[in-house]
């Protein structure tokens, strides 16, 4: 089943901006939306716009209550099927390894906008900025976004004076990454009153470099890991590399609960920062080996 023909009306308007090129034929308040991206279904609940949303990802139940809603898909893929008995007339996906699936969705006709995958905290807003100009709310957008840099400078003004110094690693399934500067992760550890040891890359997700990051011996390790992709044994992984009793440094494990996901690019990124800034060590003491 193909999707409807959306013609420009007086009712409908080209959207632009979108990651694939072009201009978008959308309603003036689209009704039918499908979010195939987790981070933008959380903006949309935190908009008071869940009523619009008739179809989720697989991951999006993690951070809002989807209710009956049923997954049109994830990432990687997307249900043809569900997809055309839901009739969306806007379907949200971003970019990185989703995009190829959102090509492919857009040569078929469905009504695809892809928004970027954000590099600071900054570029959370500016999503949620677009998705009140996509879906005709805008003052509701900016209200969210002011509320959310008001969060962000209330914890800038109490981070401690002497920041821990931080390590990220991040495991994409059986795949390790590390945290650059080129990516809202960055903020995350800064928000959380932390000092990122990668902020100097101009890269978001480098490789290890176990070396590197064991001679800088940072004060605070923090793993994030998929528990149903792939389970990381953090304490023997540690021990694995030679780290542990080699310097003192505070492990934190972070997973996908809303709230403590280091990769998730929701409006609870600020939760998740006064979630970490609660387990990080004072100054430079508390620290266990």
């Known amino acids: 089943m193909s999707p409807a023909p959306l013609l420009p009306t007086a009712a409908t308007r080209r959207a632009p901006g979108s990651l694939l090129g072009g201009r978008v034929a959308l309603p003036a308040q689209p009704r039918r939306v499908v979010s195939l991206v987790s981070g933008l279904t ?142 809202f992760i960055h903020d995350l550890l800064t928000l959380a009153g932390g000092e990122p040891l990668g902020a100097a890359e101009p890269t978001g997700y480098p490789p290890l470099d176990l070396a590197a990051t064991a001679a800088q011996r940072p004060e605070v390790v923090v793993v994030f890991w998929e528990a149903d992709d792939h389970a990381v044994d953090v304490p023997a992984l540690l021990r694995e590399r030679g780290w542990t009793g080699r310097w003192p440094f505070r492990v934190i494990e972070a997973g996908i609960a809303r709230g403590q996901n280091l990769i998730h690019d929701g409006p609870s990124l600020l939760e998740t920062a006064r979630w970490l800034r609660a387990q990080l060590p004072a100054a430079n003491h508390d620290l266990a080996p």
């Open 42 to 183: 959380e903006a949309l609940w935190a908009l008071g716009l869940e009523e619009r949303v008739v179809g989720v990802s697989q991951y999006c139940a993690r951070y809002v209550d989807v209710g009956a809603r049923p997954v049109a898909g994830d990432y990687l893929q997307v249900d043809a099927a569900q997809l055309a008995a839901l009739q969306p007339d806007l379907v949200l996906m971003t970019g990185g390894v989703q995009l190829g699936v959102a090509r492919k969705l857009a040569a078929a006709g469905w009504p695809v906008y892809v928004l970027p995958l954000p590099e600071s905290f900054y570029g959370i807003l500016e999503n949620i900025r677009r998705l009140g100009a996509l879906l005709g709310e805008m003052p509701a957008a900016q209200a969210l976004t002011l509320r959310l840099e008001q969060e962000a400078a209330a914890l800038r003004a109490t981070a401690p004076a002497v920041r821990p110094r931080i390590y990220a690693e991040l495991w994409f399934g059986r795949h390790a990454r590390r945290a650059g500067g080129l990516t």
